[in-house]
């Protein structure tokens, strides 16, 4: 049996000779290839496993001290060894086992004439790990890309080929479930897998020429001149004179062929036959921008307008950023830019660091890409340590992957910068979430290493401990064993308990027991429990029902009765029926014994989701024993969802008595709005009734528009009566705003303007900002009107996506995708490309490049512009 410290040891040596594997693995790909294409961490936990599975197959008893001898010399780990190994799938190419025993015997003291055998013992060791490379799905599209890349002619072995096409649509899955900051990822993947199920033969045709033309910025100067001489060479004259039409600004605009438009115009005039009138007028109208291009400026929607103007005149700097910041994404382009401009030089004008900082965070959702490295460049400006780590790590979820990589370093250089240890860990904790949005760190090592590198700056052991558990989520499998350990050492039982409930979902199987042994360590019964509960669903099902019975016994040992109430509605979840009756029943028990009232109302909401329905009366009767008529409410209207008809009915009923009892206006508005969307429909109008009678406006504008979804015609006046006669000016624009959704678009504006002009007339800044910045989703260009617009782009998506004819396809998608481009952002556009994936994925090889080509708008417009590049330059390629 090994110590612990050898397997410690074990570990490491694995790990460096699967980071070395990779390395010499990416140095045969051609200039990125390698980094776009595959996960680093992946391969080195699939390498990890196949490394580990060939020496247990070379561990004879007569090899078994000679490969202890190879992991403990990092024989292994060599680079020069593992370029010999990658030769056995390389075409052509074999080991050279002598230069292998030259460079074990180096390591291994072994003298020159025993290298023969030791060329044997490689030969058999490489044998054995080269097919363990072949069974790991991971390896294998490797090295099938590799044979591809380095193989022309070459016969790929059966066993991967085979394959190939399978672990492409895997990797393919996996960028796509990783969102849309993987979409030039997933674009390669749908290359390549094109390519593995049906090679394309080379050479110029109609469909790859119409995408070159599409493509046409792109291009080198070289391919631009031979697209447009192939051109001239088509058959169809129509398709000619259109495809003439599209390239010739850009051989225009480069001086390329100077008179490029002027020959087309030509064409159009002396053609023979004559150019069908409809195509005429498309040519000329696709030449007439480049004619002429008058500089005329287009007035801007009023109401966009006046909106912009009134943030304008924001004084507090710091606040106008965060209103502008608000209207960014649904302004024109032109008003865009100047938003833009507008805000940068505002939070130049803050004079704090921090709330500069806090300010510019505001902007990432909102910016264009081409603004991203200007406000990561501002983001260096910040002295202050604390403020420029917030900024960066609130940037990380919104840029392309190399800025990425470049936000997350220097915020993890700035809180490596921050003097005091509760700040630093504050900031680190606080990094984690923006991490998680996007998980670089799988796959970033050298990020990784910085990370832990600044939480072992903190010396207070607790305070470490709670700054590598916010980083848990993230590591690879290889140090989540090691990050078990780090969370022993947590003593806060609460916060241990917490950090094992963040890490259970990320553990492999082998690992919840360990998580599950820990879990039982914690002493008091609370975070026992909740540590318990929170990794249970991930054991095997004799382990999860003990797990489930652990916590639930632990729950019931809390001592105070409110806190048992919120333990057991969180188990309840993932209790079997037996076990959740007894939790439910204790919790009923426990919510009668907690003396604050509040704290009972609440105990009962807590539950109420969770009750089995032979429970539910006796809840009831416990909420009817409140005093308090609001609180009451709160856990009646919980509980009136859950309840049959009848006894629905008597609750609802004696809610709205209760509220016509009650004297202060607040304490009727809060009781009649709780129960506002649970109530019975019969009982609506007598709410209705009600809320008319408060004196108080905002309080009769609070129940009205909880009531507004129930009888939206009828209530709209009411409504807006009462917004209208709040006298807060900044309560009034939102009890305006809260109609938009019930107020047909026609019906809207009057509403708008007048929530506009009261915004406008808020005296402090940061009310006025916010008011301000709640209007920014009803401007013109993105109102009501955007649902539909989407929802129209999508018919017309799938309807592009049923046309069988390849060019007729192109067409129409490249249409769909300029308007596309136009009215949807990166986030909305992503649910359309899934769809877009999901049919490409299954087409040949040349229509699946000019789909891609047609939609190269939108996949510019979702930060994927080298993507296209790949695409124009793979259609050169193939072309030629």
Known sequence: MTSSNDDIHNTQQLANAAEAFVSALGAWFPGDTFEQFFHGSTLRRAYWSALQAALEGYSTPDNAAFARGLMTGQALADERVIRELLKLFLPGQTPDYLAVAGYWGETLSIPAREHEPLARSAELLFMLLAAELRRSPDLRIALYRLAQIHGQGFDIPADIAATAEHDLNRLLDAALVSGPNTLALQVRHLMALAVAREPAEPGMNELRLNALVTLAEYLAPSDLRRVWTSLYELPDASLRLRLLGRLAPYLSARQLVPDALALVQNTIQTSTPPVDPAVRVEVLLDLAPHLDTPNQDQALPPFQYRVFAGVQSISDPASRVRALGALIGNLSVELQLRAISLAFDAAGSVPSDMARATALSVLPPHLP??????????????????????????????????????????????????????????????????????????????????????????????????????????????????????????????????????????????????????????????????????????????????????????????????????????????????????????????????????????????????????????????????????????????????????????????????????????????????????????????????????????????????????????????????????????????????????????????????????????????????????????????????????????????????????????????????????????????????????????RPHTEVLTDLAALSPVIDLMGAPTAVEEIAGTLVVVSR
């Open 369 to 842: 890409p081409e603004f991203h490295t200007r406000l990561l460049g501002l983001a260096y400006e910040i002295e202050m340590p604390e403020a420029r780590a917030l900024l960066m790590g609130r940037m990380i979820p919104y840029l392309p992957s190399p800025l990425q990589a470049q936000a997350l370093t220097g915020a993890l250089h700035a809180i490596e910068q921050i003097t005091g240890e509760d700040a630093r860990t504050a900031a680190l904790i606080t990094l984690a979430p923006y991490i998680d949005s996007v998980g670089p760190l799988r796959y970033m090592p050298q990020g990784l290493r910085q990370a832990i590198m600044v939480t072992f700056t903190i010396e207070r052991r607790d305070d470490r401990a709670r700054a590598f558990a916010a980083l848990v989520p993230y590591l690879s499998p290889e140090l989540l064993t090691e990050a078990l350990q780090v969370i022993k050492g947590i003593r806060d039982d609460h916060d241990r308990a917490a950090t094992l409930t963040r890490l259970a979902p990320h553990l492999p199987v082998e690992l919840q027991s360990v998580a599950f042994g820990i879990a039982h360590e914690i002493h008091p019964a609370a975070p026992r429990a909740s540590a318990l509960a929170a990794i249970a669903p991930y054991l095997a099902p004799t382990a999860r029902a003990q797990a489930l019975s652990d916590a639930l016994a632990a729950a019931l040992a809390i001592e105070s009765p409110y806190d048992q109430v919120l333990v057991l509605a969180d188990l309840s979840p993932h209790l079997p029926e037996d076990l959740l009756w007894r939790a439910m029943q204790n919790a009923l028990v426990a919510a009668r014994a907690i003396p604050s009232e509040n704290e009972r109302a609440r105990a009962l909401v807590f539950v109420a989701p969770h009750l089995p329905k032979g429970l539910l009366l006796d809840a009831v009767r416990d909420a009817y024993e409140v005093s308090d008529p609001v609180e009451r409410v709160s856990a009646l209207s919980a509980l009136m969802p859950r309840l049959s008809d009848e006894p629905r009915q008597q609750v609802a009923q004696d809610v709205i008595d209760l509220a016509a009892a009650s004297r202060p206006p607040h304490h009727k508005a809060s009781i009649l709005a709780s129960v506002a969307l649970v109530l019975p429909p019969g009982l609506v109008e007598r709410a209705v009734e009600e809320a008319l009678g408060i004196d108080t406006p905002y309080d009769r504008m609070h129940v009205l528009s909880a009531l507004l979804p129930r009888m939206p015609d009828l209530l709209r006046d009411e409504v807006l009566d009462a917004a209208q006669a709040v006298p807060d000016r900044y309560q009034r624009v939102n009890a305006l705003l809260e109609l938009i959704p019930y107020t047909t678009y026609g019906l809207r504006q009057p509403i708008l303007d007048q929530a506009l002009e009261t915004a406008l007339g808020i005296s402090d800044d940061y009310d006025r900002a916010s008011a301000l910045a709640h209007l920014a989703p009803y401007l013109d260009t993105h109102g009501d009107s955007q649902g539909r617009q989407q929802h129209a782009l999508s018919l017309a998506l799938d309807a592009c996506l049923e046309l069988t004819d390849p060019g007729q396809r192109a067409v129409l998608l490249g249409r769909a995708a300029a308007v596309w481009a136009q009215i949807l952002t990166p986030a909305q556009s992503y649910a359309l490309w899934r769809r877009v994936v999901a049919f490409t994925r299954r």
